[in-house]
């Protein structure tokens, strides 16, 4: 499997970015992108069915590509993997989304993944903002054995908090699921998710909850909870979530992080970005700047231990990842970039999927998810 990793900055520098490619006898047969809402991807989709390449295709919060010793992250711009793989090692299908059915538009897709390879290793993207990624987790694998790789990201729009979508070859939706389904006999789809957030003070629990909804913690209205352990001026901050996040454990001793998105100052409960299950254990979390990208590099590269050698990286980085740690992020990304030097793309996202080491896959927040992609010698 050959790759390349290119950006560009609108879709007519696109189109001459594939026919470069081209005239250099690359000859892609797939393009993973990730693009900012201020392109067409539609437009996108046209060029790629000009050229004959299947589209993986979602839109972003901010871009990421690294190839040619360069790494880098980018704005209103879109970022490409090129693929030259063998066209019966690879499926992608769009499962539209009924009523909010996420876990069963999940499920279908799962099951259709299934159907395509006996060993199926998922890349996944979520349009729209009528679910979370633990319905997709959830749907996934009440379909497919818990050892199956799985990766993917929340589509996003810029912080616009609008419209995110994913797309592929004559497709686009505003709330649809998108699948690329590999056979893992043949490509290896392997990744690492890491966060590196600290834990703060002693374990809770979540002694009321519904859904991604806490309402009471250790008997006490949540809110009241965190006005006592982190002051009235912190909860009333504007990036609360980002800042003061919670981990939250799950049966098979797994943990993951958890920003809060609504405050209800009339019944005192807090709405997350993900499921919080009733009688779950859960810390505060501390942001440590520095030490939490030194904390997820470390992850990385025992990562790296197991898969020493790759032929591209997908990149899965939170967006309030990139807004709690600012000019810091650039940083992490080149520095993963470099641990292969392989071709790179990727994208901020608004909610992660995959493994962290040890532990199942599972939806994550404010963490940073690595795919390596490697086809197996034949």
């Not at 504007?238 to 958890?258: F, M, N, Q, S």
Request: glycine share 12%; charged share 20%.
């Amino acid at each position: 499997m050959e790759s390349k990793g290119i950006t560009a900055k609108s879709v007519e520098e696109l189109r001459l970015g594939l026919d470069s490619a081209i005239s250099a006898g690359f000859s892609p047969t797939l393009v993973i992108a990730f693009a900012s809402t201020s392109h067409d991807i539609g437009q996108i989709s046209e060029v790629c069915d000009q050229k004959g390449v299947d589209l993986f295709c979602c839109s972003t919060a901010g871009e990421i590509c690294g190839d040619n010793g360069a790494a880098g992250i980018f704005e209103e711009s879109i970022s490409l993997l090129l693929l030259n793989v063998d066209k019966g090692l690879y499926r992608i299908s769009m499962f539209g989304v009924e009523n909010g059915k996420y876990t069963e538009a999940a499920a279908a897709g799962a099951q259709w993944a299934a159907s395509c390879f006996a060993k199926p290793a998922l890349i996944a993207a979520q349009g729209g903002f009528g679910g979370n990624g633990d319905d997709i987790v959830k749907g996934i694998f009440s379909r497919l054995d818990r050892s199956a790789p799985v990766f993917g990201g929340l589509a996003g729009d810029d912080l616009k908090m609008s419209r995110t979508q994913v797309g592929t070859n004559g497709k686009v939706s505003d709330s649809g699921l998108l699948f690329l389904v590999f056979d893992n006999e043949k490509i290896e789809v392997s990744g690492v998710a890491s966060s590196g957030w600290l834990e703060v003070g002693v374990f809770k629990t979540v002694t009321s909850s519904s859904g991604n909804v806490i309402h009471t913690i250790d008997g006490e209205p949540a809110l009241e909870v965190y006005r006592d352990y982190l002051g009235d001026e912190v909860v009333e901050g504007a990036i609360v979530g980002v800042t003061w996040p919670i981990y939250v454990w799950r049966e098979d001793g797994g943990k993951v992080l958890r920003e809060s998105m609504y405050f209800d100052h009339e019944n005192g409960s807090i709405s997350y970005s993900g499921n919080i299950p009733q009688g779950s254990k859960i810390k505060f979390a501390a942001n440590p700047g520095d030490g939490a990208i030194k904390s997820a590099l470390a992850d990385i590269a025992e990562f790296k231990q197991e898969q020493p050698d790759t032929e591209a990286i997908i990149l899965f980085s939170c967006k309030a990842r990139h807004v709690a740690l600012g000019p810091m992020i650039r940083d992490e990304v080149v520095r993963i970039y470099q641990l292969w030097n392989a071709p790179m793309a990727g994208f901020f996202t608004y909610g992660e999927i995959g493994a962290k080491s040890g532990s199942g896959c599972d939806f994550h927040n404010l963490t940073c998810v690595v795919v390596s992609l490697k086809e197996k010698a034949r």
